[in-house]
Each structure stands twice: as C-alpha cells, then as structure tokens.
C-alpha cells in the first residue's frame, strides 16, 4: 500500500481504481476520516468506489501509518489535503468525509471551491461541539474515555466483532492527537456559511448515529443548494462500516449522477 511525501510528511493512503482517466469521465474520489480515526474506516467505499473511478483513502498525519503530528484546526487539515491532491496530480475531486472529515471536506470547498467536484459528507454537521469531559478525557483516562465513545459510536445492531476492532483501533491512538481533533471539531462552526457550498453534495447519515444525529444532516440538506440526503436505518455514527452496502449503493447513484 503506497504512501506519498507532503511537505515535511508521508501520508499513507489505499487507492483502487484504473490508474489515469480521460479529462471527460469521473472525477477521482478521496474519503479522509473522523476524529482518531483511519483509512480503515473507508475501506468498504474505496473498494466500491474503485469500480467507478480512482478513489483514495487516507491516514491524516498522526494518524495510522502517516507520518507528522496531528492539526488542532480543520484549516490545518484541510491543508494537508490540498496538499496530497497536488502530490497525487489530482486538479479536483469528489472529497468526502466522516464527522472530522467531513468538516475538513466542507472547508475545502468553501477555501478551495476548484479543487471540488462534488462532497460527500458523512455523519457530520456544520457545527461540531465535543463534550469537555470527552475532550479531556482522553488526556486523563484513554482506556475509560474510549470506552464511552465506543458506547455512542455504533448503532444498536453493531455486530460486537465491529465494536471490538473499533475499540482496540481507538486504543492505537495517541491520547494527544485524539484530543487536537477534538479540539479541532469543537472549534470548527460553517453554520453561516453553508449557503456559500456550491458543488454536489450528497449527505450520509445513520437513523441511530447519536454522535452527530440526522438533525445535522437535515440542516446541511436544507441550507446546501441541490444537496441529497439519504438516512440509513439503523445504523449509528460509524454508518461506512456497519452499513458499507447501502453506503456504496447511495454514493454510486451519486457518482454516476455527477
């Protein structure tokens, strides 16, 4: 699985898909994660998605196998992604995104609107509040913290093998970069600004997510001009992996549709 040197980091990242397109068809899809998360969590779409188009999925610096330390403000990440677009030669794509991920896909389309051809935006919100007590949390007791956000991450029908990988991927982070994202989400706020998102955007959210409820999703859908909405029955916050078919089925139709 490759990786590619941006700035002073080397991100990691998968990619499935034909290795160039002509000018005229799909553009490329990149997902970039949540809060302490990985490429992992995009591993079912990246999959689907490469059957249509070039799609990626990457570590964020600190995360995973990528190198660097993590951003205390989405501004920060969003340029990490600017920057692995160009390190990948890609001029625009479709950028996608869960809960942190999505607020790092909506700022890049508001800073950097031709470097977007479409959102995908995942259980997340135009406004991103973290719980105090979590956001220290994890600076004061990992282990319990983790096993809080485990509690609201996933929906009631969550097989229990998914909760314990996630669990133990949780536990691989560093207790300081888990808390700078959260940082980051809890200082991140578009609301007034929504109107100013002007490419497709198609909004993913599971019925049973109680991190970023479908309230969020509603009102990106209402204040995004010709955005989809989609709502997942049943599934919880980590909706790509507790429910990858219905997922790559809405984000195909949208796909084909750009």
């Not at 609201?152 to 669990?167: E, I, K, N, Q, V």
Request: with cysteine; proline share 6%; charged share 20%.
């Amino acid at each position: 699985m490759p990786s590619i040197q941006v700035n002073d980091e080397r991100l990691f990242y998968v990619h499935r898909g034909p290795a160039a397109l002509a000018p005229a068809e799909m553009p490329a899809v990149l997902f970039s994660h949540g809060a302490g998360g990985t490429h992992r969590h995009w591993l079912p779409e990246v999959v689907a998605a490469g059957a249509l188009t070039r799609a990626y999925a990457l570590d964020l610096p600190g995360h995973g196998r990528s190198t660097g330390t993590g951003r205390d403000t989405i501004s920060g990440y969003v340029e990490v992604v600017r920057g692995l677009l160009d390190a990948l030669g890609l001029d625009r794509a479709v950028v996608g995104g869960h809960s942190m991920g999505g607020a790092i896909a909506q700022t890049l389309a508001l800073t950097y609107p031709d470097r977007c051809a479409g959102l995908i935006l995942t259980g997340t919100g135009a406004r991103l509040r973290v719980l105090p007590a979590i956001m220290e949390g994890v600076l004061t007791d990992f282990s319990a913290t983790v096993d809080v956000i485990g509690q609201y991450a996933y929906g009631p029908d969550a097989p229990t093998d998914l909760l314990r990988l996630g669990r133990e991927e949780m536990l691989q982070n560093d207790p300081q970069v888990y808390h700078d994202d959260f940082l980051a989400c809890d200082r991140f706020d578009i609301m007034d600004r929504l109107g100013e998102i002007r490419v497709p955007t198609l909004i993913l959210c599971g019925t049973a997510d109680r991190l970023t409820p479908p309230k969020y999703s509603h009102y990106l859908h209402e204040h995004i001009a010709g955005s989809t909405l989609t709502l997942i029955e049943g599934a919880g916050h980590m909706v790509m992996l507790e429910q990858p078919a219905q997922m790559n089925e809405a984000i195909a139709r949208f796909l084909t549709g750009l």
